[in-house]
C-alpha cells in the first residue's frame, strides 16, 4: 500500500530563497508531524497537525519556518530566506487516529535540503 | 520526557539475537517506552512499544525491567537488513529521539 510520500526528494536552494516541502501523509491519517533531521543527528519535532488544525509548532526554529494542512490531506513546510545552518533532512510522518504523538507514526523518505 | 542512555554503536553476528539496551532511570509512571529504527538514507521505521509489560511482535521483543527504569530490544534472529541506527524513546507526548545505537549485522 502507499505509505508516506515526500517531493522533493532533493532540493539545492541558494541563501535567500524561499523553499516548499510537500508531504503526502496515508490517505485516512488523522494526525501528521514534521520533523528536521540535521546530518549525524536524531530526528528533531518541528510541527503537528490534527486535520487541518495545527496544535503544536514549538519545535519551528523561527518565524521563517511555517507550516499548512488546508484541507486536512497534503501538508506544505515552506521557510523562507534561507540560511545554510536550515540544511537538513525534512521529515513527515503521519499517524491514523487522534491520539497524536503516542500513536504509531509512519515516516516518509524525507528531503533533503542543501543551502548553498 | 525522560531522558534515555544507549551505547552509541553494536555489532551482532548475522542469524544471532541482537540485544540492544536502554536506561531510562528518570522514566515516570505515564510514560511508554517507543523503539524506532532509521536505516540509512530512509525514514524512521516504528518497531514497538510498551508500558509495563514485556511486547512482542513480528519485527522484535521488547523486555522492561520491574521497576521500569530499562528495557532491552531483542531482534531474535538479526539479518543484514537490520543494520540501521536504533533509537529508544521514552514519552507520553512528542517523540525526542536522541542520538540512538548503530547496530551493524555482519556476516
Known amino acids: 500500500g502507499a505509505g508516506v510520500s515526500q517531493s522533493p526528494r532533493y532540493k539545492v536552494a541558494k541563501r535567500g530563497q524561499d523553499v516548499a516541502l510537500r508531504c503526502d501523509p496515508i490517505s485516512g491519517h488523522v494526525s501528521l508531524f514534521w520533523y528536521q533531521q540535521a546530518l549525524g543527528q536524531g530526528p528533531e519535532f518541528l510541527t503537528y497537525?490534527?486535520?487541518?488544525?495545527?496544535?503544536?509548532k514549538s519545535g519551528l526554529p523561527s518565524d521563517r519556518f511555517f507550516a499548512e494542512r488546508p484541507e486536512g490531506s497534503v501538508s506544505t513546510l515552506k521557510i523562507q530566506r534561507t540560511q545554510q545552518e536550515d540544511s537538513a533532512v525534512y521529515l513527515c510522518?503521519?499517524?491514523?487516529?487522534?491520539?497524536?504523538?503516542?500513536?504509531?507514526?509512519?515516516f516518509g523518505p524525507g528531503t533533503r535540503l542543501t543551502v548553498l | 520526557d525522560a531522558k534515555t542512555t544507549q551505547p552509541p554503536s553494536m555489532d551482532c553476528a548475522e542469524g544471532r539475537a541482537a540485544n540492544l539496551p536502554c536506561n531510562h532511570s528518570t522514566i515516570s509512571g505515564n510514560e511508554y517506552v517507543y523503539w524506532y529504527r532509521q536505516i540509512h538514507s530512509q525514514g524512521p521505521q516504528y518497531i514497538i512499544h510498551g508500558l509495563k509489560n514485556n511486547e512482542t511482535n513480528e519485527m522484535a521483543s521488547l523486555i522492561i525491567t520491574e521497576d521500569r527504569k530499562s528495557s532491552t530490544l531483542i531482534l531474535p534472529h538479526a539479518t543484514l537488513r537490520d543494520t540501521a541506527v536504533y533509537y529508544c524513546?521514552?514519552?507520553?507526548?512528542?517523540?525526542?529521539f536522541g542520538a540512538g545505537t548503530i547496530l551493524r549485522v555482519k556476516s
Open positions: 510522518a503521519s499517524s491514523l487516529r487522534l491520539a497524536g504523538f503516542t500513536d504509531t507514526q509512519y
Open positions: 497537525f490534527q486535520n487541518e488544525a495545527q496544535l503544536d
Open positions: 524513546i521514552v514519552t507520553n507526548d512528542k517523540l525526542v
